[in-house]
């Protein structure tokens, strides 16, 4: 089973507008963290927010809100604002457990912003 | 200093080549990450050194050797890589505790290896 659920490939929306990105995902741990990167065509991946499983509000960076249902087993991405340079590829990640580092990743979804 | 340095940005080798990726960070992580993303695809976890040693090997062909030779830098040494090797190799850094905090990784922007 996937750990990391992204359903959305591909997002369109217009700038100065609000955008939601989906992630859902499945684990056993009680304590695990939840990430959101972004990714340019130029490949280099850029950290934006992160959640810990214990956290109880919100994260919050900037323009960049995590929506974190744990019930649920969601950590959906709010991009309020959007700009033009907000184009890419973005992912959810999530890394297992007190003892692990390694991050898995969900698939992505591509957002493309049109002015 | 935020930044993770990788050399070269791009790389062309033959199958009987020998090359190496280079990786630099001057936050004082002391764990660094070698990951494969394939194009439309999301990065895989290669390798994980911690305190300078190897904790995780995800089952890497040994084409791939990693190497740790101190706590800023992490080589990624490449021999008789075959073309489905292709792909963007990212290198990662973060703090090595696991207490809690986020210990986000930070990304090198990757070298691009095409193997002919």
């Known amino acids: 089973a996937q750990k990391i659920t992204q359903t959305q490939p591909g997002m369109f929306v217009q700038e100065k507008e609000a955008v939601t990105l989906d992630c859902t995902y499945d684990?056993?741990?009680?304590?695990?963290?939840l990430f959101w990167y972004k990714q340019p065509s130029s490949g280099e991946m850029i950290f934006l927010i992160y959640q810990g499983s214990y956290d109880e509000q919100n994260a919050t960076e900037g323009r960049y809100s995590l929506n974190f249902q744990k019930a649920r087993k969601s950590a959906n991405l709010v991009i309020s604002a959007s700009q033009l340079g907000d184009s890419a590829m973005y992912f959810c990640a999530m890394r297992e457990g007190p003892g692990r580092r390694a991050l898995t990743f969900g698939s992505g979804t591509r957002l493309q912003v049109q002015p | 200093d935020t930044e993770v340095t990788q050399t070269p940005k791009h790389l062309v080798m033959g199958m009987t080549n020998k090359k190496s990726l280079k990786c630099e960070q001057h936050m004082g992580h002391r764990a660094m990450y070698w990951y494969k993303q394939k194009a439309k695809k999301p990065p895989e976890l290669m390798f994980v050194?911690?305190?300078?040693?190897?904790?995780i090997n995800e089952s890497v062909p040994s084409r791939f050797s990693p190497e740790c030779p101190n706590s800023s830098l992490l080589n990624l040494h490449l021999h008789a890589l075959q073309p489905e090797d292709s792909a963007l190799y990212l290198c990662?850094?973060?703090?090595?505790?696991?207490?809690?905090?986020?210990?986000?990784?930070?990304f090198g922007p990757g070298t691009r290896l095409t193997v002919l």
């Open positions: 050194y911690s305190y300078e040693k190897l904790s």
């Open positions: 990662a850094s973060s703090q090595a505790g696991l207490a809690g905090g986020g210990n986000e990784q930070f």
């Open positions: 684990t056993s741990d009680q304590s695990y963290g």
